[in-house]
């Protein structure tokens, strides 16, 4: 799994209701749900009471005060009304994979197009409730490029980018992507300045390093986006990328190796190359920061929930900072900037409901105590008693 998650996990929809329409919504699922215990539903596998009862109950909260609300969601090629609503009230709903960005069905539709390859969906589907992507299942597996950073299929003739081990890039993520280092400069120097305005000035050298996903495995053994190698780590050099050229659809590398200085606290920060500057390479950068910061002042040896939780929060910080001083490529009016906004939300929200334990809860609890007794006492707290305030 990624770092944030992303295929896995995330956000599905915000509505406002007003006081009467709660209480009208809260009826309507209570009803739903004292009905569905003499049947069996399993979120996992998004198994639905059946379509005759599915569509009275939905006809009956859209001819509601709630008919002019779009609160569409995938179910056995239904769409069914009231299962945004129900997603409102819990927010977390598990499936076989966590609380997911993907609602499923195996059964066959006969009112959907997939946005993929245009045809009338009749198999297996998969919708993505934050792009809004419908698609047959097919698509997962069948080779079609999906954007390693915003998580979008191909669709039409967009020119998706490969890159050297492999991952795609959309036109849109490729705009600002960080290729090399001397795109990551601005970008560090614009992480210190968040640090130190958190009145957490990092005086410590690190060096930062553009790798690609080939050493990141060889290294970890997984994908991540990006990591933090400590005094302990037994690694003695790393390959990374100096240069990129882009040759046609392909993107290549050239890598150097830098050797790692024995007796460091904080040995290197590792970051994947080819992510949108500033929004998603930003957030993994500051997420790794964190961990050298509090490795730095001595903070080892914390939970996994608040030490991930305490990185996970800097992350999310660092994404509602860009809404003030993003960079110029996010301003203005045009498709670009807006994609970038839509971008730095989907990050933000995929932060916000993962479902991990360290990743997920702990960041949950981490940002309650921040927002509750300030960040700097949170931080001094943990660092007696290597517990959160409560």
């Known amino acids: 799994m990624s770092a944030y998650g992303f295929l896995d996990e995330g956000p599905s929809y915000e509505v406002q209701f007003s006081e009467d329409e709660n209480e009208d919504v809260v009826r309507a699922i209570e009803l739903s749900l004292q009905e569905s215990q003499a049947k069996e539903i399993n979120m996992g596998d998004m198994e639905f009471p059946q379509i005759d009862e599915v569509e009275e109950l939905a006809q009956e909260l859209e001819e509601s005060t709630l008919s002019s609300t779009d609160l569409s969601a995938s179910?056995?090629?239904?769409?069914l009304e009231w299962w945004k609503l129900f997603k409102d009230f819990n927010p977390s709903v598990p499936t076989s994979k966590g609380t997911s960005w993907w609602r499923n069905s195996s059964k066959q539709c006969n009112t959907l197009v997939c946005d993929v390859c245009e045809e009338q969906i009749c198999s297996a589907w998969l919708r993505c409730t934050y792009w809004g992507q419908t698609f047959c299942q097919k698509h997962t597996s069948d080779g079609t490029p999906c954007c390693c950073a915003c998580s979008r299929f191909k669709i039409g003739d967009m020119k998706y980018i490969t890159l050297s081990d492999g991952r795609k890039l959309?036109?849109?993520?490729?705009?600002?992507?960080?290729?090399?280092?001397?795109?990551c400069k601005p970008l560090l120097d614009e992480v210190h300045r968040f640090f130190k305005g958190l009145n957490m000035k990092i005086r410590y050298y690190i060096p930062i390093l553009l790798v690609d996903n080939d050493e990141i495995i060889?290294?970890?053994?997984?994908?991540?986006?990006?990591s933090t190698l400590y005094e302990k780590f037994e690694l003695d050099a790393v390959n990374y990328v100096t240069r990129s050229t882009q040759k046609g659809k392909s993107?290549?590398?050239?890598?150097?190796?830098?050797q790692l200085l024995p007796g460091r606290k904080v040995k290197a920060v590792l970051l994947l190359y080819g992510f949108p500057n500033r929004i998603a390479l930003g957030a993994t950068l500051a997420h790794e920061m964190m961990h050298a910061w509090m490795r730095v002042q001595g903070y080892p040896g914390l939970p996994l929930p608040i030490e991930e939780g305490l990185s996970?929060?800097?992350?999310?910080?660092?994404l509602e900072w860009q809404s003030f001083a993003g960079d110029d490529y996010m301003k203005g009016t045009s498709d670009k900037a807006q994609f970038l906004r839509n971008l730095k939300e989907f990050l933000k929200y995929g932060i916000e409901k993962?479902?991990?334990e360290a990743y997920g809860h702990g960041f949950r609890e981490v940002k309650w105590a921040v927002e509750r007794y300030g960040l700097r006492y949170t931080l001094e707290h943990i660092a007696r008693t290597r517990k959160l305030p409560k």
């Open 75 to 79: 179910t056995g090629g239904i769409e």
């Open 170 to 183: 959309c036109p849109d993520c490729r705009h600002t992507a960080v290729m090399d280092p001397e795109d």
């Open 218 to 226: 060889r290294i970890h053994k997984k994908n991540l986006f990006g």
């Open 251 to 258: 993107i290549e590398v050239v890598k150097e190796v830098e």
């Open 312 to 318: 996970q929060v800097m992350a999310h910080k660092w």
């Open 354 to 356: 993962r479902h991990s």
